[in-house]
């Protein structure tokens, strides 16, 4: 089955670039006007003129930092100011942080709590009455294969991930009967700037997919007849996924260990 979202909205945060920017080329192409959040303005102006142009979708801008408390309500406001309202939610902003906890400076890593988890909570959390009120779309929250086991070494941030699984799953069992389809979408490495903002590619396991191979694995969940809670991009990453689940706790963590550290 393949969805057609023509006729309604979707909003994506993270969406100038990455993963958000190809999930707006893929809704887009599948007839859904789109809200497009992220810091950099000009990044999202020249994605809104190309899809607008490749498309003929209706594309709305609103450049935001969203790490930052209150910020759901802040956001569901400003549309319902414009007299709009969304069908679909894909909440893929957010980022790494890579080194021994002990060195890690403490203001990023509140962000990265904040933006990853807190952020994501708070926008779901306002959105979603009206996501179940429309139930032609679907919530898509980007987690990780992080989410799978603790990372020594990047200690946060496979924590964050691990909360997004979690969180996503449970929802999507809460909301099982209302027409919303609910994922969350688990990549491993995926050529993006995510590592640009980690500070190269050390932490990188196995084969890089690159953001269509991932987004493409979301649509398809989405197009299925009974949509998943969750869902890993690439079999390998399934097949590492499903090992570390049954694995001792303690094995998986020397492994995870093994693969990010580079000190």
Same mark, same amino acid.
């Given at each position: ?15 100038? %670039? ?11 192409? &599948?007839?859904? =006007? ?7 303005? +000009? &990044?999202?102006? *020249? ?17 935001? +930092? ?45 962000? *990265?709590?904040?933006? =990853? ?7 779901? &959390? ?17 987690? %990780? ?31 099982? =009967? ?5 994922? $969350? ?13 980690? #500070? ?5 396991? #196995? ?30 990453? &399934?097949?590492?996924?499903?090992? $570390? ?16 550290? +580079?000190?």
């Amino acid at each position: 089955m393949t969805m057609t979202y023509a006729g309604t909205t979707a909003l994506i945060t993270g969406a100038s %670039s990455g993963l958000g920017a190809e999930f707006a080329g893929q809704f887009a192409a &599948r007839g859904s =006007n789109l809200v497009l959040v992220a810091r950099r303005a +000009d &990044r999202l102006e *020249e994605l809104a003129q190309a899809l607008r142009s490749r498309h003929g979708v209706t594309v709305t801008v609103l450049p935001m +930092d969203l790490g930052r408390a209150g910020v759901g309500r802040e956001l569901f406001d400003s549309l319902a100011g414009r007299g709009m309202t969304v069908d679909t939610l894909i909440n893929n902003a957010g980022f790494g942080t890579h080194g021994p906890l002990v060195e890690e400076d403490p203001e990023t890593i509140a962000s *990265e709590i904040s933006l =990853n988890v807190a952020a994501l909570v708070d926008i779901t &959390r306002a959105f979603l009455p009206e996501l179940l009120a429309s139930g032609k779309g679907a919530l898509v929250n980007v987690a %990780s294969t992080a989410a799978f086991q603790p990372i020594p070494g990047m200690a946060v941030y496979g924590a964050t991930k691990a909360f997004v699984l979690s969180f996503t799953e449970a929802v999507a069992h809460e909301t099982k =009967n209302s027409g919303l389809n609910v994922l $969350a979408l688990c990549p491993g490495a995926t050529r993006t700037e995510f590592f640009d903002v980690l #500070g190269g590619e050390a932490a990188a396991v #196995g084969k890089m997919q690159t953001s269509e191979q991932v987004v493409g694995t979301a649509i398809k969940a989405l197009d299925r007849k009974d949509t998943p809670g969750s869902v890993v991009s690439g079999w390998l990453n &399934r097949v590492t996924a499903g090992v $570390a689940q049954r694995l001792p706790r303690a094995v998986t963590v020397a492994i995870a260990a093994r693969a990010v550290q +580079d000190w």
